[in-house]
Structure formats: C-alpha cells, structure tokens
C-alpha cells in the first residue's frame, strides 16, 4: 500500500493544478447559522470547473503521469470523475476514455462526451467500471486513473484542504461528504497535519456506508450493495488508501439518510441559491440534523460544510420533493 500522502505532497500538487482548477469560495450563510445554532460556511466546490471537485485530483494525476499519459488515460466513474478527467485530459492535450454504468446521469455521461471522452457503458456498478477500466488500460496500453484510491490523486483533493486553511479564519470543523474516500482523505491529509486541532468530519449515506462499516472491522470491507440518491457516494468498498488515510486523520464519520439528503438539497436551492447534487448536499444533512454522538451537535466552533458538485439535472432536484 502507498504512503498516506504529506503536506508536501498536496501544495506539489497545487502547483499541477492552479493554471485550470478554480480558488472556489468560502460562502457565509446567515439562514443555515441559524438553523444548524451554529456559524456555518459553504465551501463552494460546486462552482469548480466540471461542477465538483474532482477535476483537482484528475489534473494532480496527468501531472504525476507525465509522458506516460500520452497514449491516453482510461477510468471508471458514475459521472464526477469522468467529466473531470475528460476535461484534464483535453487540457493536457491527451485522449480519454471513460467506463459508466449504464445507470449513470444521462447528464453526466453527456457531460463527459461533450469535452471529448469516449464513453463505455458497462453493466453493473461504478465498482465493475472501475474494474473495467483497469483491464482496458493494461490490454491498450494506457493509463488508468482511479477515481479515488491513489495517491496522486488524493494530494490533487487536498487542494481543497489548503484553501481552507487560508481563507477561514478560527477554523473549527470541516465537513466532507464520503464516497470511496478520496476527498475525505486529501482534505483531512492537508489540514490534520497543519491543524491538528481542526475537526474533519466524513458523511456518507447511510444506505451507502461502506467507509463506516470498515472503520468498524478495522480494514476496508465491501458491502453486498448500495442504495442512496447521492449517486457520487455509491462505491461498495473504500479504498485501501483511502481507508488508511480516514483511520489515521478522519475525526468521524457520520450517516445521513436520503431524506435529508433530498431536504438539505432542496433547502440549498431555495434558501441558499446554491444548486448541488444530493451528494454534495449530504454535508449540509450532517449539520442541519446531527446525532446526538456526532460532533457537530456541539454548536460552539465554526463548521466549513464541502459542497462537493452541483451536476445535478433539473428532473432530478424536481424529484427529490417527493421523498
């Protein structure tokens, strides 16, 4: 297994990223503070090139690759992640192929054709695509990026971590959603080792919690499915990377359901203008209503919750007013 990933690792991997990834904003929000009883941001990362994070941590790998990216890179993602790569590979002037399940948001695989990725479509899950792309990179000689459990490309998401650091002041809590772990890791990597202080926070759905029961074993576990809206937090297993880095530097992780989820996202349109995808929304869930074991019930330090993406289609969010 690689190294849990530095500080120095993160601010080389800024260095790769800051001519294309946005310095996204801290955005106070006066009716969330006073709904959640406590001083809550938004970390914007919606407003990211691509709409989500992801396209830090894709650029952070074409950087590491260097030559070796030329013949092309291939991954398999829900949607996120092949957007990102698809426009990292398209800066760096390299071809891409992306693996998506045929259940992905027509919005995102559309997404990711429109900036030049050629699209499979794989039955299964986002793991089978994972899986699927690996072995097209070793048949094509290509390059394989994944979508979270590598180093490189969780020093890419640590980005994030260091505009945290410089842009709020008394910086108490950070809040980061929890897919296969990657930003969760690169976030909690920048800020614990300069900021020990600072309590990182992880939500994933609960009907999603695959880095939760891992905790629990002790070493990373996969579960027999998954079923959540938040269709960016939906692998079965964390990585074995990002696992190390969550049990080493991750504070807690905490369950939301998808009601909340859907309740966070539509109060993030309507009273925070903010349009995000139930993933990124589901931060904003662990806030407004915390467990009574969460450390977010204490309402006494300021809480940075990540809006991780805003790909979501106006059906969707027009849907979630149903559950």
Request: proline fraction near 5%.
């Amino acid at each position: 297994m690689a190294r849990t990933v530095t500080v120095d690792d993160v601010v080389a991997a800024r260095d790769a990223v800051r001519d294309v990834a946005r310095h996204t904003p801290v955005l106070p929000s006066e009716t969330l503070s006073e709904r959640a009883g406590a001083t809550v941001l938004l970390k914007a990362e919606a407003l990211q090139r691509t709409g989500s994070f992801k396209i830090r941590g894709a650029l952070s790998k074409l950087a590491a690759l260097g030559a070796h990216a030329a013949d092309g890179v291939v991954a398999g993602s829900a949607g996120n992640h092949a957007q990102a790569l698809a426009f990292a590979a398209r800066v760096r002037g390299v071809p891409c192929e992306v693996h998506m399940p045929r259940e992905a948001p027509i919005s995102k695989v559309e997404g990711a054709a429109a900036l030049g990725a050629r699209i499979v479509q794989e039955e299964g899950s986002v793991d089978d695509c994972v899986a699927a792309a690996a072995r097209r990179a070793e048949e094509a000689g290509m390059a394989f990026v994944h979508p979270f459990d590598d180093p490189d490309v969780v020093a890419g998401q640590g980005t994030l971590g260091l505009e945290l650091l410089e842009d709020v002041e008394d910086l108490a809590r950070v809040v980061v959603p929890v897919g296969g772990g990657g930003l969760v890791s690169g976030v909690a990597a920048a800020i614990k080792q300069s900021r020990p202080d600072v309590v990182v926070v992880g939500v994933e759905p609960s009907g999603a919690a695959k880095m939760s029961a891992s905790l629990k074993a002790g070493h990373p576990v996969t579960l027999d499915s998954t079923q959540s809206i938040a269709d960016g937090l939906m692998p079965v297993r964390p990585g074995d990377l990002t696992f190390a880095h969550v049990h080493k530097y991750v504070d807690a992780v905490v369950t939301v359901d998808d009601a909340q989820i859907a309740r966070a996202a539509l109060w993030l349109f309507h009273e925070a203008k903010q349009v995000v995808e139930p993933s990124g929304a589901a931060t904003v869930a662990a806030v407004l209503w915390p467990a009574a074991d969460s450390p977010l019930a204490d309402t006494s330090a300021k809480v940075v919750a990540i809006l991780s993406g805003g790909n979501v289609a106006p059906s969707t969010l027009a849907t979630l007013t149903e559950l």
